[in-house]
């Protein structure tokens, strides 16, 4: 029998992101039918990029414009459509949005919810994820309705799939804000304009650049490689750089293409937040460093001379291309 499973896309100003794609392509597997649940406006060329991915059902969910940032009413508008159109699972991004907006639709829900998983098997309702430092894999057996799934941005790489597709209107009526009112929305501190938890290339600093405004030579290398910045938590804990660029166990897991780790030695609780990343690039004075046994490429360098190079050789480059 054919399942309906629902994948909510975080759109951002330019539409489909790689992180959502690469999501839906998880949620897309045998005799399976995709509905997309749409919180923040659909249209036409939405549609089809969504059908390029596998996306049959566009479902349009209309919310009262000033509820629109209420993370509580977001996940019963969502439950309002996963039960109007009979959905069995639902997937959605390991983000921050996703951490705000996956558990509360769980918890209504009183289903099972599993997040930063790098795989899902909707047959056996197994969903993969990792434990203890990133050192296991957890396979988890999911039992009760409607499991949910967070799943690790770039933990899949997009694979298109056309199929013909519809644009469903849903007006999730009138839903009651509760205790939770959204005074301002806004982003936090010092951060890149990339998302740390969907670049494809980042660009981290630890111990090694010694101080705070010394981030600026990563920031100013990750405009131009189209980077995030990352951070070790030596480096947040000295207050270079806020929480939200932290990289590692008690941080964000990421898996870029490209992992770039200037002055980070590499420790267990560093890497469980880095190892599933495509490349690992490390710069640093010691040979003996951890990272430098672990990792594709090394300079044994001075951070603090290599970076800046690079960014000057980034921009040389952009001016002959
Ligand atoms: C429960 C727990 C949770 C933790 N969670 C996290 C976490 O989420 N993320 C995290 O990162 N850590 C975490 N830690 C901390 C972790 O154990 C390490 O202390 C931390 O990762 C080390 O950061 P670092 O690599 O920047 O510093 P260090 O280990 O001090 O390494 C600095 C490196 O910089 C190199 N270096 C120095 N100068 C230069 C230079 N000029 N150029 C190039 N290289 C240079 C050195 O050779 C050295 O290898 C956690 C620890 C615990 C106990």
């Not at 309002?80 to 959605?92: L, N, Q, Y």
Request: charged residues 20%; glycine residues 10%; neutral net charge.
């Amino acid at each position: 029998m054919t399942k309906h499973v629902g994948v909510i896309p975080e759109l951002d100003g330019r539409g489909l992101k790689e992180a959502d794609m690469g999501m839906i392509t998880l949620a897309r597997q045998k005799d399976t039918h995709l509905f997309a649940l749409v919180l923040d406006g659909s249209d036409e060329t939405l549609k089809e990029k969504l059908s390029s991915y596998g996306v049959s059902t566009l479902v349009d969910i209309r919310l009262a414009g000033d509820l629109q940032h209420n993370p509580e009413v977001r996940a019963k508008a969502v439950i309002g459509a996963v039960k109007k159109f009979g959905i069995s699972a639902v997937f959605g991004l390991s983000t921050a949005r996703g951490k705000d907006l996956l558990p509360r639709i769980a918890a209504l829900l009183e289903s099972p919810l599993v997040m930063d998983c790098f795989n899902v098997d909707l047959e056996a309702n197994i969903a993969e994820t990792s434990r203890y430092s990133g050192k296991t894999l957890a396979k988890i057996k999911v039992t009760g309705p409607v499991p949910i799934f967070g799943i690790r941005p770039n933990a899949k790489e997009p694979v298109r799939e056309p199929v013909s597709a519809k644009i469903i209107q849903f007006d999730a009526g009138a839903i009651a804000s509760t205790q939770l009112r959204v005074v301002k929305t806004g982003e936090t501190g010092k951060g890149s304009k990339i998302s740390l938890a969907e670049a494809e290339i980042i660009i981290s600093g630890g111990r090694g650049m010694k101080n705070g405004e010394n981030f600026t030579q990563l920031f100013q290398c990750a405009e131009k490689l189209n980077a995030a910045v990352g951070a070790s938590r030596v480096a947040v804990d000295s207050g270079w750089v806020p929480y939200a660029l932290q990289v590692g166990q008690t941080g964000e897991k990421v898996s870029p293409k490209v992992y770039i780790a200037c002055g980070i030695s590499g420790s267990i609780q560093h890497f469980a937040g880095m190892k599933t990343s495509g490349m690992v690039i490390a710069i640093n004075l010691d040979t003996a460093a951890p990272i430098m046994s672990n990792c594709d490429y090394y300079a044994v360098a001075d951070a603090l001379e290599v970076v800046p190079e690079l960014t000057k050789l980034l921009e040389k480059s952009a001016c002959v291309t």
